[in-house]
């Protein structure tokens, strides 16, 4: 119910009124048994095709299931390869649950780091836009409402009610495309002589661009030139083939 915004808990185990529902099935659970186990889920199936916030709300959700002493979580819908920081949160998620006391975000800036190399400040810039975004889009109440299946059915086309200018204006998604456009340029500087470490941190930026280019061809495919779309399309073929 409510923002995923807001955690299942607000770090103590108590009431938490956004997602009053799931919390009081919690408390009710862990009144009938002493091993609790929790079954949760990574994506938001009112619109799985839209990425999920948890970076707000995840060490307050670990925190909450120690405090209600649950034995095990188990979360579903976790992928390996996919856009939208799947990566990063699978390894945040195993982190908190390990420990609950991380700070989110200080995590989040050394994974990046880490994982990006010397694309790693126009990713983190790109992750912050991003974030931003979801934000400003869940804040609006409805994002997270479920919608009737059918909608999702376009003739034999899936997709998602939510991906909308409203949602993801021509301006954030330009902005976006100009940080993918300092991340490639980053990195082939630092790694001009270098081959496979090249490739290596080409494929982890190429698979969050895939996201953007997405967006381009989803939404502004009428604004984009003919050799600008085919472009595009072209990169969206060759990701797609690397990974998939």
Request: with cysteine.
């Given at each position: ?6 955690s ?17 099935n ?13 079954w ?8 799985a095709?839209?990425p ?16 209600k ?20 949160r ?15 975000f ?6 990046i ?34 919608f ?12 998602s009610?939510?991906i ?9 998604v ?34 969050e661009?895939?996201?953007?280019l997405?967006l381009?061809?989803?939404l ?20 797609v083939?690397?990974f998939?």
């Amino acid at each position: 119910d409510g923002q995923r915004t807001t955690s299942y808990f607000n770090g103590t185990g108590e009431y938490s009124y956004s997602n009053g529902r799931v919390t009081k099935n919690i408390n009710a659970w862990t009144q009938l048994t002493d091993h609790f186990m929790m079954w949760s889920y990574a994506a938001q199936f009112g619109d799985a095709m839209v990425p999920v916030n948890i970076y707000d709300s995840l060490a307050a959700n670990a925190q909450g299931y120690v405090a209600k002493d649950v034995e095990v979580v188990f979360e579903e819908a976790y992928k390996t390869v996919l856009p939208n920081f799947e990566t990063m949160r699978n390894y945040l998620t195993a982190k908190a649950l390990y420990d609950g006391n991380i700070d989110t975000f200080a995590e989040v800036d050394a994974f990046i780091s880490a994982y990006y190399g010397p694309a790693a400040s126009a990713m983190e810039s790109y992750f912050d836009s991003f974030l931003a975004n979801l934000r400003a889009f869940e804040s609006k109440g409805d994002y997270y409402k479920s919608f009737n299946a059918a909608q999702f059915l376009n003739g034999d086309k899936y997709y998602s009610p939510a991906i909308i200018a409203d949602n993801y204006s021509k301006t954030y998604v330009d902005s976006c495309k100009a940080y993918f456009d300092t991340a490639y340029s980053a990195l082939s500087q630092a790694y001009a002589t270098d081959s496979a470490e090249y490739a290596t941190y080409k494929e982890r930026i190429d698979l969050e661009y895939l996201g953007v280019l997405y967006l381009y061809l989803e939404l502004y495919a009428d604004q984009l030139t003919q050799e600008q779309g085919a472009e595009m399309a072209q990169q969206v073929f060759n990701i797609v083939n690397t990974f998939f």
